[in-house]
Each structure stands twice: as structure tokens, then as C-alpha cells.
């Protein structure tokens, strides 16, 4: 079974930048479309952004366009979400996903995005 390993979370300014990382631990990686989402307090957990097998990001949620990127490295089966401009509305569990709705669907154990000052 794959496992998905996140990195990068933490406490951050407004305004400030941070970078996460999900690191597959099999080369099915590349087979699956990727996903990041993200889980605040109280609330539902709601999708972020997601990037297809191909490289083609077909989604970006409308609360980090211009903010958030996407992207992934299949050599080294690693998917990425560098955010900038963050708020205190960012702040959540952040969650990667491989093969969502697959058979496969596997979920990360997540990681913690403050912001706060």
C-alpha cells in the first residue's frame, strides 16, 4: 500500500509564505492525479488545488488563485503546494491525496498551516 508522507507546515505570518511536500513512497505516483486539501477548524474539509498524472492542474480554488501553486516532480514522486500572500483564513490541516475516487485513494496524515502573528 502507498503511503504519502507530508512536510512543511508551521506557523507563518500574515502575509508570509510557506511551502509543503507530500512524497509517495511508491512510483504509482506518477500514475495518479494529486490533489491537496485542506481541513480548518469546524469546518468541512474542502479541496485546494489539484494536478493530473499529466501535469495539467485542473483545479485551483477560487480563495488562492494568484496565491497558491500546484505542481508535482514524478522523478521524485513528490507533489508540492507553495503558497504565498497567506492569511489567517489559510490556517488549517493541510492534506494530500493520491488517486481520489480510484481505487487507490490514499491520504496523507496531514500537515499544520498557521497563520497567525
Known amino acids: 500500500q502507498v503511503q504519502l508522507v507530508e512536510s512543511g507546515g508551521g506557523l507563518v505570518e500574515p502575509g508570509g509564505s510557506r511551502n509543503l511536500s507530500c512524497t509517495a513512497s511508491s512510483n504509482i505516483f506518477r500514475l495518479y492525479t494529486m490533489a491537496w486539501y485542506r481541513q480548518a477548524p469546524g469546518k468541512q474539509r474542502e479541496l485546494v488545488a489539484r494536478i493530473t498524472s499529466s501535469n495539467v492542474v485542473d483545479y485551483i480554488r477560487e480563495a488562492v488563485k494568484g496565491r497558491f501553486t500546484i505542481s508535482r516532480d514524478n522523478a521524485a514522486r513528490t507533489v508540492y503546494l507553495q503558497m504565498k500572500n497567506l492569511s489567517p483564513e489559510d490556517t488549517a490541516v493541510y492534506y494530500c491525496?493520491?488517486?481520489?475516487?480510484?481505487?487507490?485513494?490514499?491520504w496523507g496524515q496531514g500537515t499544520q498551516v498557521t497563520v497567525s502573528s
Open positions: 491525496n493520491l488517486g481520489e475516487g480510484s481505487p487507490v485513494d490514499v
